[in-house]
């Protein structure tokens, strides 16, 4: 039987893992489930899964839980440090989908104890790439991505040679706005932006498909993993979604991942890793589809992917205070405080603001040194939103 946690499991990839997990239930022994403030959903999936324990991420919830939890064997536990508790117990195969870098810490936990961590949380590499492939390599544990393009490019280049690789291109969707004329962007709203015309996905990778942040967080995430040059990532905007990835090799050949909008592909492919086994995932018919679009995206639309590159030429922690900005900008955005364009200029000028400080980002990354960065880049986006606000009036 394989010990597996879920970290995240209320949330859309959790929920999507379950689901796999329950077609075969007999494989499999559910260590520890993970959640926030859904504690009904959480409390029903550990009792019908018998996991050993059931950890909700807020403090103020644990008698919630404690109560829906009573009559059964599943013990109760709350907050980030018991998150991250949860991470640490044995378990060959860890999910790792909680949303935003909250996700590091209980990552980095269950590479210590050297399980294989399925990492659909990308912000976990954005913002300590290095910290994370060289704690696993360290403890001798195994990352394997869940994002689709990433465990598209992964599939790819299975029996290859990576020095023979001369370029990845990421697809994307283009998000929800993608066809809008740039001067309607500015108000743009979020119920506008919470809506993916492809993918069911939680709301905050839905509006950040919208900005491409979450593009820009993808392409640092296959810098980080694939061990890549910058210049060799692209992206290409492709409407449909059905192209994931692409490989392209020295010979010239490009090697196309091609998929329906299901993340039990990705989820599954990780699970079954290193086997393939039938997963419950639709067969294209390329022939009812017909065509298939690309382009190239535009840069004055999505200014989120030249801040991507900036940052990996930054490079030290300016990952951790990138995704962070990022990450107040969208709660700024989510709250009403600032418009759908503002998101990217907040990001910019935390970036300016921290990057002119001396010795800031090029210290060394550790869990201790990103977190403290992290703090700092959301209060100086909190910082740029007021002031934004005061000009504004
Ligand atoms: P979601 O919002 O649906 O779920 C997030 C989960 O994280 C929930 O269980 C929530 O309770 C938990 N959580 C939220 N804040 C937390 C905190 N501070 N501490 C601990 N737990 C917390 O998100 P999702 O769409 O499932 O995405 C999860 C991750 O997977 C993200 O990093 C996202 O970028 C990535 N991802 C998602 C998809 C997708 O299809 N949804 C695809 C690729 C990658
Ligand atoms: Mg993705």
């Given amino acids: 039987m394989k010990r597996i946690t879920i ?3 209320t949330g859309s990839i959790g929920q999507n893992t379950l689901d796999l997990i329950r077609r075969d239930r007999d494989a499999y022994q559910v260590v520890a489930l993970t959640g926030g403030r859904n504690i009904a959903q959480l409390a029903r999936d550990a009792m019908e899964f ?4 059931a950890v909700t991420a807020r403090d103020d919830l644990l008698d919630d839980l404690r109560a829906a939890l009573s009559g059964s064997a599943v013990r109760a536990a709350a907050g980030a440090g018991a998150v991250a508790e949860a991470g640490a117990r044995p378990a060959d195969w860890v ?11 209980p990552g980095l936990a269950a590479l210590e104890q050297g399980a294989t961590l399925a990492l659909a949380n990308k912000e976990t590499l954005v913002a300590a790439g290095p910290l994370v492939m060289e704690t696993a390599a360290r403890h001798g ?12 490019i992964f599939q790819a280049l299975i029996g290859e040679d990576i020095g023979a690789v001369r370029r990845v291109v990421i697809t994307a969707s283009g998000g929800a706005f993608r066809d809008w004329p740039l001067d309607a962007l500015a108000k743009a709203s ?19 498909s919208a900005s491409m942040f979450n593009k820009a967080l993808e392409v640092i995430e296959a810098r980080e993993f694939f061990g890549l040059d910058p210049a060799q990532i692209e992206v290409l905007v492709h409407p449909e979604s059905l192209v994931h990835a692409l490989v392209g090799f020295c010979d010239g ?3 196309a991942h091609v998929g329906p909008h299901d993340m039990r592909h990705a989820i599954g492919y990780a699970l079954n890793w290193p086997e393939r086994r039938p997963l419950p995932v639709d067969a294209l018919d390329l022939a009812a589809i017909g065509q298939l679009n690309f382009r190239a995206p535009d840069p004055a639309r999505y200014p989120a992917l030249g801040l ?11 990952g951790a205070v990138f995704n962070a900005a990022k990450e107040r900008a969208l709660d700024h955005f989510i709250a009403g405080r600032i ?7 907040v990001v910019e000028e935390v970036l300016a603001r921290l990057s002119a400080e001396n010795g800031l980002i090029d210290a060394g990354i550790t869990l201790d040194s990103v977190t403290r960065l992290d703090h700092l880049s959301r209060r100086c986006a909190d910082a740029v939103v007021q002031e934004q606000c005061k000009k504004t009036g």
Avoid: C, K
């Fill in 7 to 9: 970290l995240g499991a």
């Fill in 50 to 53: 018998g996991a050993e324990i």
């Fill in 95 to 105: 999910m790792s989908a909680i949303v935003g870098a909250a996700g590091l810490p």
């Fill in 141 to 152: 544990a195994r990352i394997l991505p869940v994002d689709s393009e990433h465990s598209a």
């Fill in 190 to 208: 979020l119920e506008q932006a919470s809506t993916h015309p492809n993918w069911n996905m939680g709301q905050r990778i839905t509006i950040d």
């Fill in 253 to 255: 050949a490009l090697l």
């Fill in 308 to 318: 991507a590159r900036e940052v990996m030429e930054m490079r030290g922690l300016s």
């Fill in 339 to 345: 418009g759908f364009l503002d998101m990217s200029d």
